[in-house]
């Protein structure tokens, strides 16, 4: 294993959004792609400025408040000054303060949720890091589950169809629709810029080349979304973009169609499926006296009724696919357009065909369409959590605003706990959570809020105690992904900035500190540790009796390709090929168009079939226009958002949000204006850009500016930067799934004309000392 830390020879690295290669050259790194990556992405260029910047957190810090009165709730989190102090005297007062709250009120007191990206590495992965540090030092911790990503989708897709990964990453591959796909029908699109992106890491970026090929060969894309760029131009798509949150409407009108024009494939209703029924009753409206067709889809989708019925005639022929991006169920009844997609695939009766049926996600993330590894990649067992509590991940502001009142959730009834403390690394609640102002509120509920960092976060800064941690490039790890043959040794770059540690050298000290190190460390040392992980992957290739390299041979070439399994459909496919030997692991063993289990919650917001239900967000008179909050494509989420390539992307130095020029011209907004976004939960300030690729009526604000208030003592601060997550509303989907609505929401943006309020999210505090 290497030790140079600061190669002139290029060594090999991992990210989210791509393996590359990386050296020193005149006191610069330099980052240059895997050279086998067809279509790499710019997100790379992220990384050289962002190593030595400003931003990077150089000590740990401790608030000033919580040092003066000791743990307790706090409005001043996020707003107070911070002390530096030495890692061996933070290290000894953290150690206490969790001794303190597991004692007086034990582990569920303790949120660990610590949802978050974090970075590639399958070792130094920050979220297995924290949970298994919680569970060997406290005996566990409030934990959540499901993610800001799926949270609608991962539990409705199992009551009617299978286990997320089954629907999304073990379906349909690229490759199949190069082979056989005629019409691919992408709600919400399947954007480059998303698919730049896989956990764990992404070798070969091969969206665009099999868009650009299939279109070659005849496949048809169609492209159902607010945003033309939803799809590449070389998809050659055709563009409909129906207004925001209705996609349901727009999908029982194809649906409608294909029932009342014979065109719905009976056979394999009746064979592979249940309640097509009670779902038609529906559609034809025999129990509401409204016919969902497509003159009723039109009129609240914006899409012309004789358009819909033209589209719901040509998916009909020939091998079509249905995809729905993840966007469509971070929105309120998220569930329902998964659920209708799945309906009309199924009405199609194309369901598990090469090339055909269903993939919800694929295009979302570079995970989707692509052949699973047939060996184990490493990871980083978390031990045992001794709580049983849980939140769907996106209900921590309500948990903690509320502690002890009870909700639903997937048929179940559940109480939030009373949390003390909660454990951050890994994560940017300030970046992933809605309604921010309220989670400035929930946070200021706790006694102590820790966050190791590796920069100054908006969390970081409302942090009791900030730990800096190392990035990335700064320590050896493995990177992999159990859909990407490539296993990289990442190799450490840099020197760790300032006195920043990694997170399991940290947790390892505290570990000793509460008498549990051997539990925590197994007695190994981190790169100890690669050397165990490894093993498992070694060791598999091996029993396959393919070649299995030693862990120096690995780390000295930097890269190892894994064997794929075959590209056969997976669950869904068999079930097709032999419906009673593989029957569908859902109730039925069927496809469930009505779900008994569904139905049986009783619940309004989620009832037995997909549906249109009404909407608390819709435009009105003070909110006339649509946000939509989507994926950057300047960076992942908010991380390295002070890095190069996403610095130049922006302009006058804040995000850029995009309108039709339609709704600026109504507004008196001009290419580059400064323009103020806002409704009754906040505001922020963004660089208008005025383009035919935004639908009108829609704002797109990407998520992943770092939050910056104007004044951090107001409570509902102006956000200078353009974080749209001081707009989105804090509510679950529904009663059955409680996942995030982040993506949509209704606001009114007008030009700024004040003076222009300068950025400061990427300057860190000025520490003060005490005495
Ligand atoms: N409005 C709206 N909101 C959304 C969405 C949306 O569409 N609209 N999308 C949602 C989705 S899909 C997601 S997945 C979430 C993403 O939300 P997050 O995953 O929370 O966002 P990241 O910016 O990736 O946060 C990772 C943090 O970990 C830090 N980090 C990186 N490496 C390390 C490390 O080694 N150790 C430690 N301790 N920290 C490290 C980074 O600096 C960064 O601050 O956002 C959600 N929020
Ligand atoms: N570059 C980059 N790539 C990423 C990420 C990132 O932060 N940066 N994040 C990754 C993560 S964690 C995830 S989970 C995925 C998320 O994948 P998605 O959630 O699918 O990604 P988004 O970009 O939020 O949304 C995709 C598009 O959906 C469209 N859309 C929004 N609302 C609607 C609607 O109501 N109807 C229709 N038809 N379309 C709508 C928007 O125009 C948007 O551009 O992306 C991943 N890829
Ligand atoms: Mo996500």
Not at 75 to 98: K, T
Not at 519 to 544: D, P, S, V
Not at 648 to 656: D, L, P, T
Not at 681 to 703: F, M, N, Y
Request: with cysteine; net charge negative; glycine share 10%.
């Amino acid at each position: 294993m290497t030790h140079n830390a600061s190669p002139n020879q290029p060594r090999t690295h991992s990210s989210h959004w791509g393996v590359f290669r990386a050296h020193w050259a005149d006191g610069r790194l330099v980052v240059a792609p895997h050279p086998a990556d067809p279509d790499p992405s710019p997100l790379l260029q992220n990384f050289p400025d962002a190593l030595r910047h400003r931003a990077r957190i150089a000590r740990p810090m401790v608030r000033r408040g919580w040092l003066e009165n000791g743990p307790g709730p706090d409005h001043r989190r996020g707003r107070d000054e911070f002390v530096e102090m030495g890692w061996d005297e933070v290290l000894d007062l953290l150690a206490r303060e969790l001794a303190r709250v597991r004692d007086a009120h034990g582990p569920e007191a303790v949120f660990g949720g610590s949802y978050g990206w974090s970075s590639a590495g399958r070792f130094h992965h920050a979220q297995s890091q924290v949970h298994r540090f919680l569970n060997t030092a406290l005996g566990g911790y409030v934990r959540s589950v499901n993610s800001y990503s799926a949270g609608a989708s991962a539990v409705i897709l199992p009551h009617i169809l299978g286990p997320f990964d089954a629907v999304c990453r073990r379906n349909v591959t690229w490759t199949q629709i190069l082979e056989h796909t005629d019409h691919v029908l992408a709600f919400g699109g399947m954007a480059i810029k998303n698919s730049a992106v896989a956990s764990g890491g992404i070798s070969r970026h091969i969206e665009r080349e099999s868009m650009a090929r299939a279109k070659e060969r005849g496949t048809r894309f169609i492209l159902v979304s607010p945003l033309r760029t939803d799809l590449p131009d070389e998809a050659g798509a055709e563009w409909l973009a129906p207004v925001p949150g209705t996609d349901v409407a727009l999908m029982l009108g194809l649906a409608h169609t294909l029932a009342s024009e014979g065109l719905h494939d009976t056979a394999f209703l009746g064979r592979f499926c249940v309640g097509y029924p009670q779902f038609e009753c529906y559609l034809l409206g025999q129990e509401d006296g409204q016919a969902k067709d497509a003159a009723w889809a039109a009129a609240i989708c914006g899409i012309a009724a004789e358009r819909i019925v033209a589209l719901a005639r040509q998916i009909a022929k020939g091998r079509t696919l249905i995809t729905v991006a993840q966007s469509l169920q971070r929105a309120e009844h998220g569930e329902q357009p998964v659920w209708m997609a799945a309906v009309l695939a199924a009405m199609l009766g194309q369901i598990g065909l090469p090339g055909g049926g269903y993939n919800y996600a694929l295009g979302s993330l570079a995970h989707y369409g692509k052949q699973q590894n047939a060996v184990p990649i490493p990871t980083l067992a978390q031990g045992t959590n001794g709580v049983k509590n849980f939140i769907p991940v996106a209900r921590i502001a309500d948990m903690l605003l509320n502690p002890g009142a009870d909700y639903d959730y997937n048929g179940r009834r559940m109480t939030y706990a009373d949390i003390k403390l909660v454990y951050w690394a890994g994560g940017n609640p300030f970046h992933h959570h809605q309604d921010l102002n309220r989670l400035r509120e929930a946070f200021a509920r706790i006694d102590t809020l820790v966050v190791h960092e590796l920069a100054w976060t908006a969390t970081a800064r409302h942090a009791d105690i900030v730990l800096p941690c190392t990035m990335t490039l700064e320590r050896d790890d493995i990177g992999a992904a159990a859909t990407d043959p490539l296993m990289v040794a990442m190799h450490k770059l840099a020197e760790p900035f300032g006195e920043a540690r990694d997170d399991y050298e940290i947790f390892a000290a505290l570990s000793r500190r509460l008498g549990t190190e051997q539990a925590f460390t197994e007695g190994r040392t981190a790169r100890e540790w690669l050397r165990h992980l490894y093993t498992r992957t070694q060791e598999a290739l091996a029993g396959k009796g393919l070649p299995a390299p030693s862990f120096d041979e690995f780390w000295e070439a930097g890269e190892i390709t894994l064997p794929s399994a075959p590209d056969d459909g997976g669950i869904l496919r068999a079930f097709r090929e032999d419906p009673d030997g593989q029957p569908l692991p859902t109730p039925s063993g069927k496809v469930e168009i009505f779900s008994e289990t569904v139905a049986g919650f009783g619940y309004d917001d989620c009832p037995g079939h997909p549906a249109w239900l009404p909407k608390v967000e819709v435009p009105d008179a003070w909110h006339p226009l649509q946000l939509v909050a989507n994926q950057p494509y300047t960076k992942l989420h908010s991380q390295l958002d002070f890095g190069g390539y996403s610095a130049s992307q922006k302009r006058r130095g804040r995000e850029v949000a995009r309108m039709n020029p339609a709704d600026a011209a109504a507004r008196g907004i001009a290419e580059g204006d400064i323009v103020r976004l806002f409704n009754d939960r906040g505001a922020c300030l963004a660089c208008a850009s005025i383009t035919e690729d935004v639908r009108p009526g829609v704002v797109q604000l990407p998520t992943g500016a770092w939050y910056d208030p104007a004044d951090p003592t107001e409570d509902k601060p102006l956000c200078v930067h353009g974080n749209p997550n001081v707009l989105t509303r804090d509510a679950g989907t529904s009663r059955l799934a409680q996942g995030c609505t982040g993506q949509l929401t209704i606001l009114e943006v007008e030009r700024f004309e004040g003076n222009l309020p300068p950025i400061q999210a990427f300057e860190p505090p000025v520490p003060v000392s005490i005495g």
